[in-house]
């Protein structure tokens, strides 16, 4: 299957036709080929306004998803690896190998080191694949329903509503009633779902409608009011608590456990089915939501789903991970250079290569000023930074 991107061949004209060019044009219908820009999604990359019809291949090919999950394996495989605990690598292994079914292999590691690799580095991995592969998806498809390609996944209002969550959970509740240690991942996913709700009633313009700029000044409105209520909140607490709100807000899986995979993982799962499932109807609305709903989808109806489902996703995620950002960015439109412009493409890959980046992001991070840590999402931001700027150069040319 391909998509194609038509562009209207210059008619020839014959003096020994006048009668033709006479007779009233018969109306077009929106798939005949005409002089159709190609939508930012799809000639993201291109050089000039002017190029030839181009197809893009759909299809998602073997290879693709065979080099998104080699990436993934060996991001995990290294980041388990490497360690300040200083345990031998083939020791690593022979553990991990002496837990697959039907292989006899012993290890020798001792309680210690068996502890370091299952109760630390093994749910920091596995955390770290979940946040990044939802916080790539959410990215995408934020980028396909509002197609614009700076969208990220905290566009609605998601990272200040968590933020006002998490550091309520942390400064507020404990002076009234005693509550558990995990109790700020909940805060903060409360706090973001509540600043969604809040950014779809305002960006409401109708009876029952909503369009793409309201709901994006809606969410400006909304995290400008909820960063504001959070800064009100700092402003009279000591070193301690404010230490303890900004290595949240800066983001990192130096806590992470199973309890908190076990958290996640449900809303995470559901969102990453919906949004894949949805491939195909984000390549409809690339062409226009009028062309979209010409053949059958309900532009809004489609749109409101994948915003829904990337942001029950990204909540989940943020909630335990903290704010990091550039993700959403950075792994979608590297899918693009590799598979092309199709989300039928760009959905499953950034899944897999979102969960790969974030565990070697979380690998630098812990790691570059060892035994100390870095904040992950100042890791994110540095890589992020300098690619962001790229794409805006990209996107202002192209428009």
């Not at 998509?3 to 077009?28: E, M, Q």
């Not at 969410?219 to 209520?229: H, L, M, S």
């Not at 969960?355 to 931001?381: H, K, N, Q, Y």
């Amino acid at each position: 299957m391909t998509a194609v991107t038509p562009k209207t061949p210059a008619a020839p004209t014959s003096p020994a036709a006048p009668a033709a060019a006479a007779t009233p044009a018969a109306p077009t219908s929106p798939f005949a080929p005409q002089s159709r820009a190609a939508p930012p999604a799809l000639r993201f990359f291109e050089d000039g306004a002017e190029t030839e019809p181009a197809i893009f291949p759909t299809r998602l090919r073997a290879w693709h998803v065979i080099a998104g999950v080699v990436f993934l394996l060996g991001s995990a495989v290294t980041s388990v690896l490497v360690g300040p605990a200083g345990i031998p690598a083939g020791q690593v292994l022979e553990e991990i190998a002496s837990r697959i079914p039907f292989v006899s292999i012993h290890s020798n590691l001792s309680p210690t080191d068996v502890a370091v690799i299952w109760q630390l580095r093994m749910p920091r991995i596995v955390l770290g694949g979940l946040v990044g592969s939802m916080l790539a998806l959410a990215g995408a498809s934020y980028q396909g329903v509002f197609r614009n390609p700076l969208a990220d996944p905290y566009l609605l209002g998601v990272a200040s509503g968590a933020g006002l969550g998490a550091t309520v959970a942390l400064i507020e509740v404990p002076r009234l009633v005693s509550l558990p240690a995990d109790f700020v991942p909940i805060a903060a996913f409360v706090g973001a779902v509540v600043a969604v709700i809040a950014t779809f009633a305002l960006g409401r313009t109708g009876a029952h409608e909503r369009n793409v700029t309201s709901l994006i000044l809606g969410g400006v409105a909304v995290a400008a009011f909820f960063t504001a209520a959070q800064t009100f909140l700092l402003q009279q607490q000591d070193s301690q608590v404010l230490s303890e709100v900004y290595d949240w807000i800066l983001g990192g899986l130096s806590t992470a456990g199973w309890g908190q995979v076990d958290l996640v993982l449900p809303y995470i799962a559901i969102s990453t089915v919906v949004l894949v499932a949805c491939r195909r109807l984000l390549d409809a609305l690339a062409v226009g939501d009028d062309e979209a709903n010409t053949i059958g989808v309900r532009a809004d109806r489609v749109r409101l789903l994948v915003v829904v489902a990337a942001t029950l996703g990204t909540a989940a995620a943020v909630s335990v991970s903290g704010l990091i950002g550039f993700v959403g960015i950075i792994v979608p439109h590297t899918v693009r250079l590799i598979a092309g412009p199709s989300y039928q493409r760009i959905l499953p890959l950034s899944v897999l290569y979102g969960a790969g980046f974030l565990i070697l992001a979380d690998l630098l991070a812990r790691t570059v000023l060892s035994p100390g840590e870095v904040p992950l999402g100042v890791v994110t931001a540095f890589l992020g930074a300098p690619f962001f700027l790229v794409v805006l150069r990209q996107s202002r040319r192209i428009a």
